[in-house]
């Protein structure tokens, strides 16, 4: 079946870095748009980050200039960089497959991003 290991959270200071990994299996990775999530507890699902299948990628303007998403279809691994991280960026984060050709869609388990002092 279709899994999605998130990886890399922690805990990190202000103005720090920390690079997130999903890697899929049970899928045709290359197939798919890869998206990250992040949600706070209390509040909705945030889109953080996507990729399409020819590599598009695009940011909502809270993350744009500071997170890169990108894949590596070889490795079915999607990643995010996250550089100058603020504490607001504090949640869990979650990775996304979806195929609008058959119509599905999964998440992985998540991974916890801390940016404090």
């Known amino acids: 079946q279709v899994q999605l290991v998130e990886s890399g959270g922690g805990l990190v200071q202000p103005g720090g870095s920390l690079r997130l990994s999903c890697v899929a299996s049970?899928?045709?990775?290359?197939?798919?748009?890869m998206t990250w999530y992040r949600q706070v507890p209390g509040k909705q699902r945030e889109l953080v980050a996507r990729?399409?299948?020819?590599?598009?990628?695009n940011y909502p303007d809270s993350v744009k200039g500071r997170f890169t998403i990108s894949r590596d279809n070889a490795k079915n691994t999607v990643y995010l960089q996250m550089n100058s991280l603020k504490p607001e960026d504090t949640a869990v984060y979650y990775c996304?497959?979806?195929?609008?050709?058959?119509?599905?869609?999964?998440w992985g388990q998540g991974t916890q991003v801390t940016v404090s002092s």
């Open positions: 996304n497959a979806a195929s609008l050709l058959t119509s599905s869609n999964f």
């Open positions: 049970g899928m045709i990775f290359s197939n798919y748009l």
């Open positions: 990729i399409g299948r020819s590599s598009i990628t």
